[in-house]
């Protein structure tokens, strides 16, 4: 593998898009032009601890950020947490974590982790290594050792153990381990270069540390901003309902793309998509409809097909940017013994048929004007209206849930 054939300040641009902290920033170019003028390519690590198997679009900010050094020249190399996946890792995290994963668990996760990271990554040229096989290997002497380069002040500098530390929540021995051992990595595979988010910077600059005490090349931190979810608000994640998936549909991908807030497009452009950001200004400009079917598109794109994302955009136009009936709409069964002289009060017909949870979810919906009838899409002007049912009849709650009816 040979270095890239750009300049320094031309690696450094493509580098810098989509990054929040470079630490220490002024040693990212002397690595870089070394690279350059010795033809070693950069050792790029990033880690994975495999406690879930769905990829999102949160984790491919900094798995882009790997095959742009790939396309540079240079060497990734992926750490499969197998061994700090047993701790948990603690960063942003209030409390500690209190399920602890089986190693079967986390090398079925993993082994599912590669297949999906392989959609960002070439895989054909990265190096993997999990973890375990050097903890693994460390008696308790080793262990002790390692835990004597670290003082607990040093620990309690981190952000999330400062915070329960102050606000007396628990902070366990086995979590103090975590960040020591991520450091670790670092010594074990000489990294250069730690690609992740700003809340790993202790366990990066302890990885500094550890590596100049062991007469090692000292890696740079390069820290990727939290790209926030659907809500515009909170980080993207699985737990809050408010991710994309990159292993979804594309029809799915371009129902969420549509439901962003308006001025979070900007940053989803950046960390996301390589549109230029003159390019991406303009876009903005536009109405944003346009704005999210084109980012939508481009990061269909790179999951799935360029005609997958245009089918996609076509179709969310078809059935709900303009309207028109989705292609398969779901149908409900529902007992006419159940009807009072073939009909039902609006609310609890919402709930019978399962588009709504509750009597008063269903009231509140129906007073918003969100529920509706039949393809012309009438609105139901009173929660306790009746409703005379009948077989095939559409039913609408907001804009997305819709059943036929199947009277039996």
């Given at each position: 593998m040979t270095t890239s054939f750009l300049s320094v300040e031309e690696q450094l641009t493509i580098l810098r898009r989509g990054v929040e902290k470079i630490v220490p920033e002024e040693e990212l170019a002397k690595k870089l032009q070394h690279s350059r003028d010795t033809n070693t390519p950069l050792r790029v690590k990033y880690g994975i601890d495999p406690t879930g198997i769905d990829v999102h679009l949160g984790h491919t900010v900094p798995l882009r950020k790997i095959r742009q050094f790939q396309e540079l020249g240079h060497q990734a190399v992926i750490i499969i947490?197998?061994?700090?996946?047993?701790?948990?890792?603690?960063?942003?995290?209030?409390?500690?974590?209190?399920?602890?994963?089986?190693?079967?668990?986390?090398?079925?996760?993993?082994?599912?982790?590669?297949?999906?990271?392989?959609?960002?990554?070439?895989?054909?040229?990265?190096?993997?290594?999990?973890?375990?096989?050097?903890?693994?290997?460390?008696?308790?002497?080793?262990?002790?050792?390692?835990?004597?380069?670290?003082?607990?002040?040093?620990?309690?500098?981190?952000?999330?153990?400062?915070?329960?530390?102050?606000?007396?929540?628990?902070?366990?021995?086995?979590?103090?381990?975590?960040?020591?051992?991520?450091?670790?990595?670092?010594?074990?595979?000489?990294?250069?270069?730690?690609?992740?988010?700003?809340?790993?910077?202790?366990?990066?600059?302890?990885?500094?540390?550890?590596?100049?005490?062991?007469?090692?090349?000292?890696?740079?931190?390069?820290?990727?901003?939290?790209?926030?979810?659907?809500?515009?608000?909170?980080?993207?994640?699985?737990?809050?309902?408010?991710?994309?998936?990159?292993?979804?549909?594309?029809?799915?991908?371009?129902?969420?793309?549509?439901?962003?807030?308006?001025?979070?497009?900007?940053?989803?452009?950046?960390?996301?998509?390589?549109?230029?950001?003159?390019?991406?200004?303009?876009?903005?400009?536009?109405?944003?409809?346009?704005?999210?079917?084109?980012?939508?598109?481009?990061?269909?794109?790179?999951?799935?097909?360029?005609?997958?994302?245009?089918?996609?955009?076509?179709?969310?136009?078809?059935?709900?940017?303009?309207?028109g009936l989705p292609a398969d709409i779901p149908d409900v069964t529902l007992p006419a013994s159940e009807l009072e002289d073939g009909s039902l009060p609006a609310y609890l017909l919402l709930v019978k048929l399962g588009l709504q949870s509750s009597n008063g979810e269903s009231r509140r919906l129906i007073g918003q004007g969100g529920a509706k009838l039949g393809e012309e899409k009438s609105v139901i002007a009173d929660a306790n209206q009746k409703i005379v049912v009948e077989d095939g009849m559409l039913v609408w709650a907001g804009r997305k849930k819709i059943c036929r009816v199947k009277l039996t």
């Open positions: 947490g197998n061994a700090t996946a047993m701790v948990g890792d603690p960063s942003g995290r209030d409390e500690a974590r209190s399920k602890r994963l089986t190693e079967e668990q986390v090398e079925a996760n993993a082994k599912d982790y590669l297949t999906q990271v392989g959609k960002v990554v070439d895989m054909d040229k990265a190096e993997v290594h999990r973890n375990g096989n050097w903890f693994g290997k460390m008696g308790l002497n080793d262990i002790l050792g390692l835990c004597a380069r670290v003082t607990v002040a040093q620990l309690l500098t981190r952000d999330d153990f400062a915070k329960r530390y102050k606000e007396e929540k628990p902070i366990f021995l086995h979590e103090c381990l975590y960040p020591v051992m991520q450091a670790w990595d670092s010594v074990e595979i000489k990294s250069d270069v730690e690609l992740g988010g700003t809340e790993q910077l202790y366990s990066f600059m302890l990885a500094r540390d550890l590596q100049a005490q062991e007469n090692l090349n000292q890696q740079i931190g390069i820290m990727s901003p939290i790209l926030v979810g659907l809500d515009g608000v909170k980080r993207m994640g699985k737990s809050l309902g408010n991710y994309i998936g990159i292993s979804e549909s594309p029809y799915e991908m371009m129902k969420k793309f549509m439901q962003l807030p308006d001025d979070v497009m900007k940053m989803y452009f950046e960390l996301l998509t390589e549109v230029p950001m003159d390019g991406v200004e303009q876009i903005l400009a536009g109405h944003p409809k346009e704005a999210k079917v084109t980012l939508a598109k481009n990061v269909i794109g790179q999951y799935h097909t360029a005609a997958d994302g245009d089918e996609a955009a076509t179709r969310w136009q078809t059935e709900i940017g303009g309207g």
